[in-house]
């Protein structure tokens, strides 16, 4: 019997994703599942306990606009997830903050963590730990970036990919859309913050496609989007003086990014995905594809490059997508760390979590992370 009471804001893929691993491996007594839609609630809480068979998941109908009801969900929880929309984040922040509750997001606009990193000394005074831009991308994609970055001696560059894409693309974009459409629109909206030249500087998104070969998959096309690295350009050229690159893109099957390159000259980019999603049906089985590149020098002075790589896939077992997996099993992990192992407290930086622990968790969770190294004489 577990003793940890937990909260999901946000009953949809994601959220349900992190419920069942906080059932799992959280050493929970309870989950309260909330949504603003109570049938939503009903559905994936039904869903989830069938699948953990026991009754450990119960539905909330709460709109996490509503302060009054949030705050007392908050108060009886160790801690929560927020997979909500970002705009709804900083005033979570200030309620996490309030209720002494610890607290991860799933993120996606860094000027959002921005604000809420202006919380840290409020957070710090009270003990609470909030760890915004969990998830696939930024943030196990930080993690893996973070922990090629320590096993390089003197790292120069790193590269991260990140897809998550149908097993089986249908024309004409190839995707099958697991997120929501405005997540999208932001994600490909505006610019993205990179590293070169030792600096932090902006790129504009949909820029460039570059052509990437994924072992086992084939070839697939990458470009910047925006909030892919959250506040790590930051926080890596501080930690290693030595990075002079840090990118991260999107990746998707060949020809996709070509169609939103050509909505956005025509500054349809927003109208033309939502008409796009609408006529995509549902496609479960689903790849989730990150790969990360780290380039430096030995101490020996060799040449080095480091590649970690994930490729998970759609679990028939749990009807689990990749996407959820690495996304709502990411934010788990970082939520259990804050209620039983970390000792720092305020609004952390998921690129600062210890990666290893990260990674350590993912394997219990049968999600391997490959490591290739190849080294040569500069």
């Known amino acids: 019997m577990g003793t940890k009471l937990y909260t999901v804001l946000g009953a949809g893929r994601q959220g349900k994703a992190a419920a069942y691993d906080l059932a799992k491996f959280g050493n929970a007594k309870a989950i309260l599942l ?16 069938h699948l953990l068979e026991k009754n450990i998941v119960h539905p909330i109908g709460v709109n996490a606009r509503s302060t009054d009801a949030v705050y007392n969900l908050l108060m009886e929880s160790i801690g929560f997830v927020s997979a909500v929309h970002y705009n709804l984040n900083i005033a979570l922040t200030e309620l996490a903050v309030e209720t002494g509750c610890h607290m991860v997001d799933l993120g996606g606009n860094t000027n959002v963590v921005w604000r809420q990193h202006q919380l840290h000394e409020e957070a710090r005074k009270v003990g609470v730990r909030i760890i915004p831009d969990c998830g696939m991308a930024p943030g196990l994609a930080n993690t893996l970036i973070s922990a090629a970055l320590q096993r390089v001696a003197l790292p120069s560059s790193a590269q991260a990919y990140c897809g998550g894409i149908p097993q089986m693309p249908r024309p004409p974009l190839g995707y099958h859309f697991p997120l929501a459409v405005s ?16 600096e932090v500087v902006q790129q504009s998104t949909l820029f460039s496609i570059e052509e990437i070969t994924v072992p086992g998959i084939g070839t697939l096309e990458a470009t910047h989007t925006s909030g892919g690295l959250s506040t790590a350009p930051w926080t890596l050229i501080e930690q290693y003086p030595s990075l002079k690159t840090l990118e991260h893109k999107t990746l998707r099957y060949p020809g996709h990014w070509e169609i939103l390159q050509n909505l956005a000259r025509k500054g349809k980019l927003a109208s033309g995905l939502e008409a796009f999603a609408k006529a995509t049906p549902p496609d479960l089985e689903d790849l989730g594809i990150l790969s990360v590149y780290a380039s430096g020098h030995t101490a020996e002075g060799k040449l080095e490059t480091l590649i970690l790589e994930i490729i ?67």
């Open 34 to 49: 909330a949504d603003e839609d109570p049938a939503t609630a009903k559905q994936a809480t039904a869903e989830l306990n």
């Open 183 to 198: 997540g999208l629109i932001n994600e490909c909206s505006g610019y993205a913050d990179i590293v070169r030249g030792g």
């Open 312 to 378: 998970d896939r759609y679990d028939p077992y749990t009807h689990l997508t990749a996407m959820q997996r690495l996304t709502g099993f990411h934010a788990s992990i970082m939520l259990i760390a804050a209620t039983e192992i970390m000792t720092e407290t305020g609004v952390l930086k998921v690129e600062a979590i210890d990666p290893q622990m990260v990674i350590s968790e993912f394997a219990k969770r049968g999600i391997v992370v490959e490591e290739t190294r190849a080294t040569s004489f500069s």
